[in-house]
């Protein structure tokens, strides 16, 4: 993949400590090294080689690449703003294994990061390469910017994401390299991310390659591939998560699934299986796009609690044996347990079918969509998860009438 590069601008004030050094690649190239303070105006590209720092309410922009490299951290404060140019080359942030980003907004102030062309598929995302396993072998590299990822460490610290708003991402490098709106390669459960939206991107919302990470309070709204897409054997946690796909008359394109779910897509059983344990999750799909809404397949497991799932043709759908089997009843490491859909279960299999699924506790196939607001309701009754990490829920849902910890940071 051959990436392009602009040449740095720099606007600096007399108070702003600001180092760029310059090394030439063998293309000849000028790619600048940033860290230091980097005033409000500061283009953003090459890269990060120590601790850099955007101020608060900061205005950048993106050109190119900016890849954080091992041992450097990104530190962005809130109201920042980071705005891909209208370039027509691949803007996005890449962090390297061994590197970190602390981007930490507010629910009143939070980070934006957008473009110039307010249009899906404008830029490239965030990347970030951590050092968690991944069942896809050694050696293998992120989509966008060529990063190794994956090892044996998942506990790994990639950083901090906090209230953090992505729009129009989704760049296209070909036909097989899309970008999301945040790649999580093998990030480790030491990686704290929690208030992250995505905003009409053209490819996944988020994306999930192996790795531990955890996530919290998640919002994509409009997305036009997946919402959510994980494979390589994630196995993190998630609760207070949230799709959202307007028809294609209004968004003038088509959404596929809100979960998009494999272990591997070449090798069902490849391990270690992804097995992301998830709760309180309203899914809301449009119609005229994707049949699917939940599709879990290639070998994938998954624990799913206090979902609603509606607006697909197929609210939820199960595929290949590897995956069907994972809700077996004498192992059962796959449960759906309190989950209301509107439509009943598909089963290609035959093997977890929807006689099964409306038998386990707290299921349904036949809800109507009430929620306001395009997902805000919940549904009274539903599991509460002992793990220290999921807040006591016991409703069906994301987002509660009287608690709409999406009002402020997000758009709808």
């Not at 409000?40 to 080689?49: D, F, M, Q, Y």
């Not at 043709?313 to 859909?341: G, I």
Request: net charge negative; hydrophobic share 35%.
């Amino acid at each position: 993949m051959k990436t392009y590069w602009k040449f740095l601008t720099v606007a600096m004030v007399a108070s702003t400590a600001l180092c760029v050094s310059c090394s030439k690649e063998d293309s000849g190239d000028v790619i600048p090294n940033l860290e230091g303070n980097l005033a409000s105006g500061t283009t953003l590209a090459g890269n990060v080689v120590g601790n850099a720092y955007l101020e608060k309410n900061g205005t950048y922009l993106l050109s190119g690449g900016l890849h954080v490299k091992a041992g450097a951290t990104l530190n962005i404060a809130e109201g920042v703003r980071i705005v891909a140019e209208d370039d027509d080359i691949s803007d996005y942030i890449l962090i390297e294994q061994g590197a970190k980003i602390n981007a930490v907004g507010t629910a009143t102030n939070p980070i934006v990061m957008t473009s110039e062309l307010k249009k899906t598929g404008a830029w490239g995302g965030i990347h970030i390469c951590g050092r968690a396993h991944t069942n896809a072998g050694t050696g293998v590299l992120s989509e966008i910017g060529n990063a190794p990822y994956g090892g044996n460490d998942d506990a790994d610290n990639s950083g901090v994401l906090k209230y953090i708003r992505l729009e129009y991402t989704g760049y296209a490098l070909d036909e097989e390299h899309e970008a999301n709106g945040i790649s999580f390669y093998g990030v480790g459960s030491g990686t704290q991310v929690e208030y992250v939206q995505a905003y009409k991107g053209s490819d996944d919302g988020f994306e999930f390659f192996g790795g531990s990470v955890n996530v919290k309070h998640m919002v994509v709204t409009s997305c036009t591939d997946d919402s959510y897409d994980w494979t390589e054997g994630w196995d993190g946690k998630g609760q207070f998560l949230v799709a959202y796909q307007e028809p294609s008359a209004t968004l003038g394109d088509n959404c596929d699934c809100l979960m998009e779910c494999d272990n591997n897509g070449k090798n069902a059983a490849a391990t270690p299986v992804s097995h992301p344990v998830l709760a309180n999750v309203t899914l809301v799909g449009a119609q005229d796009g994707g049949d699917n809404g939940v599709l879990l397949r290639a070998g994938t497991e998954v624990e799913l609690y206090n979902a609603i799932i509606t607006g697909k043709k197929q609210c939820l759908a199960v595929e290949t044996p590897e995956t069907e089997n994972s809700f077996s009843k004498t192992q059962q490491p796959s449960k759906l347990e309190y989950v209301s859909l509107s439509t009943e279960l598909v089963s290609e299999e035959g093997i977890y079918t929807n006689d099964r699924f409306a038998a386990a506790e707290g299921n349904e196939t036949d809800y109507i969509n009430d929620l306001t607001n395009n997902y805000v309701g919940t549904i009274d009754g539903g599991k509460v998860l002992t793990d220290s990490f999921f807040s006591p829920a016991d409703y069906k849902g994301a987002v509660s009438a009287d608690d709409d910890w999406t009002a402020g940071w997000t758009l709808r």
